[in-house]
């Protein structure tokens, strides 16, 4: 993952910070959201999300009804470097994994039951 993110300049909790950001489909959030689906627990989050706004991958803006809160979202230029991404990332993860589909599909199964 390292190598396909290093010519995006991102690190992999920015990386996993869009992806979550892409998932809402637009829906804002703040950093307790995704630290909530994050599978590692970055307690930086706020500071990995300022890094992603300095790259103009990501906005924010306060929350209306609570100005101590700031939601974030991703932007066009996030979304265009994840589509660049994607294809090579799945490509790695392919070529690392050599899984079978039932191998996947009892992995996929193992991530949920983790998840809950």
């Given at each position: 993952?390292?190598?396909?993110?290093?010519?995006f300049?991102?690190?992999q909790?920015?990386?996993?910070i869009?992806?979550?950001?892409?998932?809402?489909k637009?829906e804002l959030?703040?950093c307790?959201?995704i630290?909530?689906?994050?599978?590692d627990?970055n307690?930086?989050?706020t500071r990995?999300?300022?890094?992603?706004?300095d790259?103009d991958?990501i906005?924010r803006?306060l929350n209306?009804?609570?100005?101590?809160?700031?939601?974030?979202s991703?932007?066009k230029n996030g979304?265009?470097?994840?589509?660049?991404?994607?294809?090579?990332?799945d490509?790695?993860?392919?070529?690392?994994a050599k899984?079978?589909?039932?191998?996947?599909e009892?992995?996929?199964?193992?991530?949920?039951?983790?998840?809950?």
């Amino acid at each position: 993952m390292v190598e396909v993110l290093k010519p995006f300049d991102l690190t992999q909790p920015q990386y996993n910070i869009l992806r979550i950001l892409r998932g809402r489909k637009g829906e804002l959030c703040n950093c307790g959201d995704i630290k909530k689906v994050m599978i590692d627990k970055n307690p930086d989050v706020t500071r990995i999300c300022d890094k992603l706004k300095d790259k103009d991958l990501i906005t924010r803006q306060l929350n209306k009804n609570n100005r101590r809160e700031v939601l974030l979202s991703i932007n066009k230029n996030g979304l265009n470097i994840l589509k660049k991404i994607d294809p090579q990332m799945d490509a790695a993860i392919l070529e690392m994994a050599k899984i079978n589909d039932k191998d996947l599909e009892m992995l996929s199964a193992l991530l949920d039951s983790m998840r809950a």
